[in-house]
Protein backbone atom coordinates (compact mmCIF):
# COMPACT_ATOMS: atom_id res chain seq x y z
CA UNK A 1 0.00 0.00 0.00
CA UNK A 2 1.09 3.59 -0.87
CA UNK A 3 0.08 7.16 -0.46
CA UNK A 4 1.15 9.53 -3.39
CA UNK A 5 0.74 13.17 -2.61
CA UNK A 6 0.93 15.89 -5.73
CA UNK A 7 0.02 19.32 -6.67
CA UNK A 8 2.26 20.84 -4.19
CA UNK A 9 4.48 23.40 -4.93
CA UNK A 10 5.16 27.33 -4.69
CA UNK A 11 2.60 30.51 -4.40
CA UNK A 12 1.83 33.57 -3.80
CA UNK A 13 0.05 35.17 -1.01
CA UNK A 14 -3.71 34.88 -1.36
CA UNK A 15 -3.05 32.12 -4.29
CA UNK A 16 -4.88 29.16 -4.37
CA UNK A 17 -3.17 25.35 -4.87
CA UNK A 18 -4.60 21.82 -4.42
CA UNK A 19 -2.98 18.74 -4.02
CA UNK A 20 -3.96 15.59 -3.85
CA UNK A 21 -3.19 11.95 -2.16
CA UNK A 22 -4.07 8.67 -3.92
CA UNK A 23 -3.45 5.44 -1.87
CA UNK A 24 -2.79 2.31 -3.81
CA UNK A 25 -2.44 -1.46 -3.51
CA UNK A 26 -4.54 -3.96 -1.97
CA UNK A 27 -6.95 -2.70 0.89
CA UNK A 28 -10.50 -3.64 1.63
CA UNK A 29 -11.74 -0.18 2.45
CA UNK A 30 -10.80 3.59 3.59
CA UNK A 31 -11.85 4.62 6.95
CA UNK A 32 -9.82 7.58 6.94
CA UNK A 33 -7.70 10.28 5.00
CA UNK A 34 -6.03 13.11 6.33
CA UNK A 35 -3.70 16.29 5.95
CA UNK A 36 -1.01 17.12 8.19
CA UNK A 37 1.72 19.46 7.69
CA UNK A 38 4.86 20.25 9.46
CA UNK A 39 6.40 23.88 9.22
CA UNK A 40 10.43 24.18 9.85
CA UNK A 41 10.91 23.97 13.96
CA UNK A 42 7.34 22.86 14.49
CA UNK A 43 5.62 20.01 15.86
CA UNK A 44 3.19 18.54 13.07
CA UNK A 45 -0.56 19.19 13.47
CA UNK A 46 -3.55 17.56 11.50
CA UNK A 47 -5.14 20.21 9.19
CA UNK A 48 -8.39 18.49 8.02
CA UNK A 49 -9.54 15.18 8.22
CA UNK A 50 -12.28 13.23 5.97
CA UNK A 51 -13.93 9.89 7.53
CA UNK A 52 -15.61 6.96 5.26
CA UNK A 53 -18.73 8.37 6.88
CA UNK A 54 -18.16 12.00 5.28
CA UNK A 55 -17.34 13.73 7.91
CA UNK A 56 -14.52 16.43 8.20
CA UNK A 57 -12.97 18.43 10.22
CA UNK A 58 -10.57 21.13 10.19
CA UNK A 59 -7.69 22.96 12.25
CA UNK A 60 -9.48 26.37 12.92
CA UNK A 61 -6.58 28.30 11.42
CA UNK A 62 -7.55 26.89 8.05
CA UNK A 63 -11.50 26.55 8.42
CA UNK A 64 -12.99 28.77 6.00
CA UNK A 65 -10.21 28.45 3.40
CA UNK A 66 -9.31 24.79 3.09
CA UNK A 67 -11.52 22.47 1.91
CA UNK A 68 -10.74 18.58 2.07
CA UNK A 69 -12.86 16.12 -0.11
CA UNK A 70 -12.31 12.63 -1.97
CA UNK A 71 -13.64 10.62 -4.90
CA UNK A 72 -13.75 7.51 -3.77
CA UNK A 73 -14.12 5.45 -7.14
CA UNK A 74 -10.14 7.10 -7.17
CA UNK A 75 -9.25 6.12 -4.19
CA UNK A 76 -7.98 10.21 -3.57
CA UNK A 77 -8.20 12.26 -1.02
CA UNK A 78 -7.57 16.38 -2.26
CA UNK A 79 -7.37 19.18 0.33
CA UNK A 80 -8.59 22.34 -1.96
CA UNK A 81 -6.31 25.17 -0.44
CA UNK A 82 -7.23 29.20 -1.15
CA UNK A 83 -6.59 32.55 0.33
CA UNK A 84 -3.16 30.89 1.04
CA UNK A 85 -1.29 32.62 3.83
CA UNK A 86 3.19 32.47 4.53
CA UNK A 87 2.31 30.70 7.45
CA UNK A 88 0.45 27.97 5.58
CA UNK A 89 3.94 27.07 4.46
CA UNK A 90 5.05 23.71 5.28
CA UNK A 91 5.56 20.31 4.25
CA UNK A 92 2.07 18.73 3.88
CA UNK A 93 1.98 15.15 4.70
CA UNK A 94 -1.30 12.86 3.31
CA UNK A 95 -2.43 10.34 5.87
CA UNK A 96 -4.61 7.13 6.29
CA UNK A 97 -6.18 4.54 8.10
CA UNK A 98 -6.87 1.29 5.70
CA UNK A 99 -8.62 -1.65 6.44
CA UNK A 100 -6.36 -4.42 5.39
CA UNK A 101 -6.26 -8.50 4.86
CA UNK A 102 -8.55 -11.36 6.01
CA UNK A 103 -9.55 -10.40 9.62
CA UNK A 104 -10.50 -6.65 8.46
CA UNK A 105 -7.46 -4.99 10.68
CA UNK A 106 -6.51 -1.28 10.38
CA UNK A 107 -3.27 -0.02 9.58
CA UNK A 108 -2.09 3.46 9.12
CA UNK A 109 0.15 5.09 6.44
CA UNK A 110 1.79 8.32 5.73
CA UNK A 111 2.90 9.88 2.16
CA UNK A 112 5.93 11.03 1.17
CA UNK A 113 5.00 14.46 1.95
CA UNK A 114 4.88 17.62 -0.71
CA UNK A 115 6.30 20.97 -0.14
CA UNK A 116 3.74 24.32 -0.18
CA UNK A 117 5.76 27.29 -0.16
CA UNK A 118 3.23 30.74 0.02
CA UNK A 119 5.62 33.90 -0.84
CA UNK A 120 4.47 37.43 1.07
Known amino acids: VRLVESGGGWVQSGGPLRPSCAAS????????MAWYRQAPGKQRELVADFTSGGNTNYVESVKARFTISSDNAKNTVYLQMSSLKPEDTAVYYC???????????????WGQGTQVTVSS
Open 25 to 32: GSFIQINL
Open 95 to 109: YAVLVLGTFGHTYQY
